[in-house]
């Protein structure tokens, strides 16, 4: 039995971590109150069940900040139980926004403590699968402290696969030096992560946005299932919302999903060592893109159930991806569906030929699709369905943060906050701009060949 690791790097990394095990208690405890085969060994240590609830466990995670409040707050709040002090690392200064600080000046002082709570968590894993990275990108510590965690789980477990889900900052953030910390962060994701689930703070704005229009204006009889929306965190074991806990509930249902088949029983489960196997061709070219389906249902008994057809294309809308981007006008190197509830293999398979005609994939990876099946849904629904693309639509996602980091560089503006931090040196700067830029230039490459693909359209004659 396989099992993995979450690692929760800075403010915002351990929000959305500490999202994730929330609401995984309230799937646990929900599936095993419905009688439905649960594996909870794979969430956690020493798991057992009493009224529904569970008892005694302690979750397999690493809980790493530079600031104390978002860990003590959750050593006081109602998942105490779920953590012990060992699993936990903190400091009381932060690193203010600066990557050097994170990467260099805490990484260098922790190295040996992260590293030693890394060990102690494997050493609880019959067979280690998978460390789940989760941090941010705009900030310090998440960014440069999370990334100098991913090269010591490279370093110290080479053969493990490294998953990151990486949330990137929006065009409005308020950290300025957020354009740097990115695209040093960025050198570092391509170089030793096996995959990267990018998730855009702005998409996360625009899908909570939708719901609550939705909620407000709904008609007569379309009322949504409070429940059964990805942002909803009722049921879980904390009992109040707080401020970007509906954005953190997406990013944690995107998790529970791409866990389920590990944590439950199912016809087609697949282990996560295959998702960089089978959707990762070219090592550089890990970054993939996640959509979630559904992202409500209605609670009106009169209203159908959204077809099950209609829950795969809508993985294919951008309106429905966790970064802005259109997969459509885009060209696919894998992709990987990964569906919970009572879905048969045949509806799998119709699906996925019903829509290959209108997702143009490369030519020499025609078959490029992954899928699992767990028979357990989401709580609230009866199916899910969370689709990963390798996709170059991200490159302009790319392409905007290049274009941040730039107007920054040219002026050399705010680089002495970074260069007065001991191993800091102006060359990673260039060195990580560099980077982004081969990596920008081999997904546009691989876009060229689609336009190769497209046949020209036959030329108006002219009656002479």
């Not at 709904?218 to 919302?241: I, N, R, W």
């Not at 190769?452 to 108006?460: F, G, N, V």
Request: with cysteine; proline share 5%; charged share 20%.
């Amino acid at each position: 039995m396989t099992q993995s690791v979450v690692v929760q790097v800075g403010q915002c990394g351990n929000q959305v971590g500490c999202r994730f095990w929330d609401l995984a208690l309230r799937e646990h405890a929900h599936v095993n109150k419905v009688g439905a085969h649960v594996r909870p060994v794979q969430l956690g240590g020493g798991a057992c069940y009493v009224g529904g609830r569970i008892q005694h466990l302690k979750a397999r995670a690493v809980l790493i900040d530079m600031e104390e409040g978002v860990v003590h707050g959750i050593l006081q709040g109602p998942l105490r139980e779920v953590f012990d002090s060992a699993q936990l690392l903190t400091d009381v200064s932060g690193s203010g926004n600066n990557w050097a600080v994170g990467n260099l000046t805490y990484g260098s002082a922790y190295r040996d403590s992260i590293v030693n709570k890394l060990r102690k968590a494997a050493e609880h894993c019959d067979c280690l699968q998978c460390f789940f990275l989760i941090h941010s990108m705009g900030g310090g510590t998440g960014s440069g402290l999370g990334t100098r965690v991913l090269s010591l789980l490279e370093e110290e477990f080479p053969d493990v696969c490294r998953i990151v889900t990486a949330m990137y900052p929006s065009a409005e953030d308020d950290v300025i030096t957020s354009p740097y910390n990115s695209v040093l962060a960025m050198r570092e994701l391509t170089e030793h992560a096996d995959c990267v689930l990018p998730v855009e703070n702005q998409s996360l704005v625009d899908i909570v946005n939708k719901i609550s229009l939705m909620s407000h204006n709904a008609k007569p009889g379309c009322v949504l299932k409070k429940e059964s929306t990805v942002t909803s965190g009722q049921g879980g074991v904390s009992p109040t919302e707080r401020p970007f806990d509906a954005m953190n509930n997406i990013v944690a249902n995107l998790l529970l999903n791409i866990t389920s088949s590990s944590r439950f029983e199912g016809s087609l489960n697949m282990d996560l060592n295959e998702i960089a196997m089978n959707l990762v061709p070219f090592p550089r070219l890990h970054y993939l893109v996640p959509s979630l389906t559904p992202l409500y249902t209605l609670a009106d008994v009169n209203i159908p159930t959204r077809r099950l057809d209609q829950m795969f294309s809508d993985a294919f809308s951008k309106e429905h991806q966790l970064i802005r981007a259109d997969p459509k006008h885009s060209l696919y190197l894998a992709c990987a569906l990964m569906v919970r509830g009572n879905v048969q293999v045949s509806d799998l398979r119709r699906n996925i030929e019903r829509l290959r005609p209108s997702l143009p994939f490369v030519s020499w990876n025609q078959e490029g699709w992954k899928t699992g099946l767990c028979s357990v849904p989401p709580v609230g629904h009866t199916h899910s369905l969370l689709a990963l693309a390798n996709n170059t639509c991200v490159k302009p996602t790319f392409m905007e943060l290049r274009e941040r980091f730039t107007k920054l560089y040219k002026k050399k503006a705010h680089l002495h906050h970074y260069l007065h931090i001991d191993g800091m040196e102006q060359s990673a700067f260039s060195e990580s701009l560099s980077s982004l830029s081969a990596l920008i230039e081999e997904y546009h490459h691989l876009d060229a060949t689609k336009a190769r693909l497209i046949p020209d359209a036959p030329r108006l004659s002219i009656a002479r």
